[in-house]
């Protein structure tokens, strides 16, 4: 990085890794929001004994947004600045005032979970902070935080929690997301959404434009190796990938990995578990040598990168490897934070400023204002973006128009590509980055 742009040039890279879904495979976020929003209300109501008034709400895609944080005891959804200060806030879906948000949480602004977030992220993912606090980091999340906040409405609505007493939306909404993406119930039929994924993939998912699977092609054809890693369980993966890139889809990549287990694999130890491909099933057998070609499930970076760096003739010291994915803590923040990569972030959002984006009802909210700022603010994300990314593109389709030995040269500092958001221009951004 020189003072005035970023840049990224493919051929430093020996090793190449994708994310799937909101990264290598998009989705129709039409279809897909109606679809979580409904199903997770209906969780609420039949086990968790809301009132059936909850189902009778309308989706109002005006209170979408990534990146929102979900404060469970208070029943609150905020946005966050660069620094972890409360820029907007709803209780419910009632917007507060600055008055209000101060007599909550201080002059400051400032809830401590939240800031203990900024300060780490990964301090937050497990124990305490996170049944009080949720972070919603890609599209699965959005519909979730209109759900928990329609459920605040209906608590207040009957006996509102007095005085010290906490809600407990937040824990019914977060078991009704373990029930909707559990892996065990793709193939029993238990999870309304995995039951109308498999009956219409065609309704959900997006076919990835062609460009993209020439362009992996191209990739290990000069010598690259490929990985394919998602948090998805292999049964679920093998649906949205057959209907984005084609039923051969594992032929693009060296290795694939699923039910990674995001940020963990980046972090952690866990053996890679074998998997029968036939069955779509993870087998109970770890798999001591992991080899080319082959489906595992769940494992670690630190094997994987040894088995490419191998392949290579390479020590992994020298085995330099460049990451993307839509997830900017799971995909971008921890593999370059705490391991030894670059990644390229994605984000649908700088679609918005060309008019031809067909879910800009989904993604451009007025409730919450621009996802990078907010009245000349800038957001937690386009400061995490700006900190750990190489670059930050609306898809993958867009570097797939970059031949493996050119060089992609972004004429911002932050890393945003083609341009820079426009509620980024007046902006100074404070960047830790040490590209």
Not at 43 to 59: A, N, T
Not at 136 to 165: H, T
Not at 198 to 209: C, G, S, W
Request: aromatic share 12%.
């Amino acid at each position: 990085m020189t003072s005035y742009h970023k840049e990224l040039l493919l051929k430093d890279y020996g090793i190449v890794g994708f994310d799937l879904d909101g990264t290598l495979l998009r989705y129709n976020l039409h279809e897909m929001s109606a679809l979580i929003y409904q199903v997770l209300k209906q969780f609420l109501v039949e086990q968790k004994g809301y009132d059936r008034d909850l189902l009778l709400q309308s989706l109002n895609l005006d209170f979408l947004q990534k990146g929102l944080f979900l404060d469970g005891p208070r029943g609150n959804v905020l946005k966050l600045s660069s620094e972890a200060q409360i820029l907007r806030a709803t209780h419910g879906t009632r917007l507060l005032s600055d008055t209000e948000i101060q007599a909550i949480y201080g002059r400051d602004r400032r809830w401590e979970i939240t800031t203990a977030f900024y300060r780490d992220p990964l301090s937050t993912w497990n124990g305490d902070a996170s049944t009080q606090m949720r972070s919603l980091l890609d599209y699965f999340d959005m519909p979730s935080a209109l759900v928990f906040a329609q459920a605040v409405d209906l608590v207040d609505r009957g006996k509102k929690p007095s005085a010290g007493e906490e809600y407990q939306v937040w824990q019914d909404v977060q078991a009704g997301l373990m029930n909707i993406y559990s892996r065990e119930n793709f193939a029993n039929d238990q999870s309304l959404y995995f039951k109308s994924m498999r009956a219409e993939p065609e309704r959900f998912v997006l076919r990835t434009d062609p460009s993209v699977m020439n362009w992996l092609g191209e990739l290990r054809k000069s010598g690259k190796k490929l990985f394919l890693l998602t948090g998805s369980n292999v049964d679920f993966a093998n649906l949205t990938a057959t209907q984005a890139l084609g039923k051969d889809w594992r032929k693009y990549f060296d290795f694939v990995v699923t039910y990674a287990k995001k940020p963990g694999f980046f972090t952690m130890q866990r053996p890679f578990m074998q998997v029968d491909v036939e069955k779509l099933a993870e087998l109970p057998q770890e798999a001591d040598n992991i080899k080319a070609g082959e489906v595992y499930s769940q494992g670690n970076w630190h094997q994987l990168h040894t088995a490419m760096a191998g392949m290579l003739q390479k020590k992994p010291s020298e085995a330099k490897a460049l990451y993307f994915g839509d997830n900017i803590i799971q995909d971008v923040y921890t593999p370059v934070k705490h391991r030894d990569f670059d990644a390229v972030a994605i984000a649908e959002e700088l679609l918005l400023e060309d008019g031809k984006y067909p879910y800009a009802a989904e993604l451009d909210s007025q409730l919450w204002g621009p996802y990078f700022a907010l009245d000349c603010t800038p957001t937690l994300w386009s400061s995490f973006i700006s900190s750990y990314a190489q670059l930050c593109v609306p898809t993958v389709e867009q570097v797939a128009q970059t031949a493996p030995d050119k060089r992609i040269v972004c004429h911002n500092p932050y890393g945003f590509s083609p341009r820079l958001p426009k509620e980024l221009e007046t902006v100074q951004l404070k960047s830790c980055w040490r590209g």
